[in-house]
C-alpha cells in the first residue's frame, strides 16, 4: 500500500514538473504552410501606427498585438518587430510560457 502511495505522489510531482517547464510552448504549429518572413520584413510589424506587434522568439514569429501587455508595440523597454530570442531567454522572468497566449504567424528566416 506504501508503495502504491509512492507511485502515485511521484507520478504526480513528474506532472506538476513537465506542466512548469519553462520552454513549453504548446501552440508552435506543425503546419509547414506558415509564410516566412525575414528579420528585414518583421521590422515593420512593430506596432506603431496602427500596424501589428511581431515578435520573433526561437524561429517563430508571433503576433502579440492583442496582448495588453503589448501598448503601440512596447513591453517593458522592449520593441516588437525584433528577434527577442536572447531578451526572453535570458532575462524574462515568464521565460517562453506566457508566449502560448499569442498566435504564430510565421516562421523566422535568416539570411
Not at 507511485?7 to 513528474?14: D, R, S
Not at 500596424?51 to 514569429?61: D, K, L, S
Request: negative net charge; contains cysteine; glycine residues 8%.
Amino acid at each position: 500500500m506504501k508503495f502504491l502511495r509512492f507511485v502515485m505522489l511521484f507520478m504526480i510531482l513528474l506532472t506538476l514538473v513537465a506542466c512548469q517547464k519553462e520552454d513549453y510552448v504548446p501552440n508552435v504549429p506543425t503546419d509547414e504552410s506558415l509564410p516566412e518572413m525575414t528579420l528585414e520584413e518583421l521590422a515593420f510589424y512593430d506596432g506603431k501606427q496602427g500596424r501589428p506587434a511581431y515578435i520573433a522568439v526561437q524561429g517563430w514569429i508571433y503576433d502579440v498585438s492583442g496582448s495588453s501587455l503589448w501598448i503601440n508595440g512596447e513591453h517593458n523597454g522592449y520593441s516588437a518587430g525584433q528577434d527577442l530570442t536572447a531578451i526572453i531567454l535570458s532575462q524574462s522572468p515568464h521565460g517562453l510560457s506566457t508566449l502560448s497566449r499569442v498566435p504564430i504567424v510565421a516562421k523566422l528566416v535568416v539570411e
